[in-house]
């Protein structure tokens, strides 16, 4: 099983500030990761795929990068709406499995 | 508008059974893979189970394989997961989640509400 582990757990961001995720794998998964956003009582929300593809609707400020074993979700200019725990996910072997999650809260 | 639909949890005791529903709509159904996603309280996400559109394949989390069954039925657009010998560790909202794969990338891009099932005596 490829064990994906994110850090910080959390982040405390200002608002306008930009926040950088990080996830890494313990094997490589090469370009198959997604991201996810969840709200407290909301089911989670399709950020990235493809490690750095934006989902449909998402806004630009939202992006993702890396291949192998390390990724990055950065978000350029945090807003209130985007404080939230975010889960990075790979799909490149079975069992799919997800990260531990970061929860970006405002500082 | 793709809508994703789950029903069936509640309270049952160890060792009971559940049967959960997620009823699709808007998209074509049996072109797609789908998936069970949970998240117990107050912990993050665990991939349950996926079946593939025609239902010929399916895949298990070790925690749950030889317990769980998944099926579907393309002809009523519904995704099912049968849930045996449930345990306290079973108890989660259960997330009902539609696959995409384009140009070998998947993803899951869209989810349902969820629903709670709660394994206590």
């Known amino acids: 099983e490829i064990v994906m582990t994110q850090s910080p757990a959390t982040l405390s961001v200002s608002p306008g500030e930009r926040a950088t995720l990080s996830c890494r794998a313990s094997?490589?998964?090469?370009?198959?990761l997604a991201w996810y956003q969840q709200k407290p009582g909301q089911a989670p929300r399709l950020l990235i795929y493809?490690?750095?593809t934006r989902a449909t609707g998402i806004p630009a400020r939202f992006s993702g990068s890396g291949s192998g074993t390390e990724f990055t979700l950065s978000i350029s200019s945090l807003q209130s709406e985007d404080f939230a725990v975010y889960y990075c996910?790979?799909?490149?072997?079975?069992?799919?499995?997800f990260g531990g999650g970061t929860k970006v809260e405002i500082k | 508008e793709v809508q994703l639909l789950e029903s069936g949890g509640g309270l049952v005791q160890p060792g009971g059974s559940l049967r959960l529903s997620c009823a699709a709509s808007?998209?074509?159904?049996?072109?797609?893979?789908m998936s069970w996603v949970r998240q117990a309280p107050g912990k993050g996400l665990e991939w349950v189970s996926s079946?593939?559109?025609?239902?010929?394949?399916?895949y298990y989390a070790d925690s749950v394989k030889g317990r769980f069954t998944i099926s579907r039925d393309n002809s009523k657009n519904t995704l099912f997961l049968q849930m045996y010998t449930l345990r306290a560790e079973d108890t989660a909202v259960y997330y009902c989640?539609?696959?995409?794969?384009?140009?070998?990338?998947?993803?899951?891009?869209?989810w349902g509400q969820g629903t709670l099932v709660t394994v206590s005596s």
């Open positions: 808007g998209f074509t159904f049996s072109g797609y893979t």
């Open positions: 079946i593939s559109g025609s239902g010929g394949f399916t």
């Open positions: 094997q490589s998964v090469s370009s198959s």
């Open positions: 989640a539609k696959d995409h794969c384009s140009s070998g990338s998947c993803r899951f891009d869209y």
């Open positions: 493809g490690a750095s």
């Open positions: 996910q790979q799909y490149h072997t079975w069992p799919l499995t």
